[in-house]
Nanobody, 123 residues
Framework: QVQLVESGGELVQSGGSLRLSCAAS????????MGWFRQAPGKEREFVAA????????SYADSVAGRFTISRDNAKNTLYLQMNSLKPEDTALYYC????????????????WGQGTQVTVAS
C-alpha cells in the first residue's frame, strides 16, 4: 500500500498551463500503475490519464488528449500531470491513484488514492 499526496493545483487563466505532482509519502510507486482522475461538483469522478509502472504505456481521456501529459519519475517516487491549454471545463478536484493489479481507466481499478488538489481555470 502507498500513501499519496497531490500538489500543484491552483487558480489559472484559460489557456494557461499547470503541472500537478503526486508524491508517495509512504511506500514506493515503482511497482504500481498510476492514474489521474478528476471530479467536478455534482459529477462523478472521471478518468483523466494513466501510466504503466515503468511508463512505457500511457492512456488519456479523449477530453484531454493532446493537451495533458502524464509522466513519472520512479527514482523520485513521483507522478506528474502536465496540463496545457487549460479550459474552464478542466476545473475540478484532481486525484492521483495507484493500482497494484493493472493499468486501468476505472475508479475500481485503483486501490490507493490521494486526497486531491483543486484546479480552477478562470474564463
Amino acid at each position: 500500500q502507498v500513501q499519496l499526496v497531490e500538489s500543484g493545483g491552483e487558480l489559472v487563466q484559460s489557456g494557461g498551463s499547470l503541472r500537478l505532482s503526486c508524491a508517495a509519502s509512504e511506500g514506493t510507486l515503482s511497482s504500481y500503475a498510476m492514474g489521474w482522475f478528476r471530479q467536478a461538483p455534482g459529477k462523478e469522478r472521471e478518468f483523466v490519464a494513466a501510466i504503466s509502472s515503468r511508463g512505457a504505456t500511457r492512456s488519456y481521456a479523449d477530453s484531454v488528449a493532446g493537451r495533458f501529459t502524464i509522466s513519472r519519475d520512479n527514482a523520485k517516487n513521483t507522478l506528474y500531470l502536465q496540463m496545457n491549454s487549460l479550459k474552464p471545463e478542466d476545473t475540478a478536484l484532481y486525484y492521483c491513484a495507484a493500482s497494484s493489479l493493472r493499468l486501468g481507466i476505472n475508479v475500481r481499478d485503483f486501490e490507493s488514492w490521494g486526497q486531491g488538489t483543486q484546479v480552477t481555470v478562470a474564463s
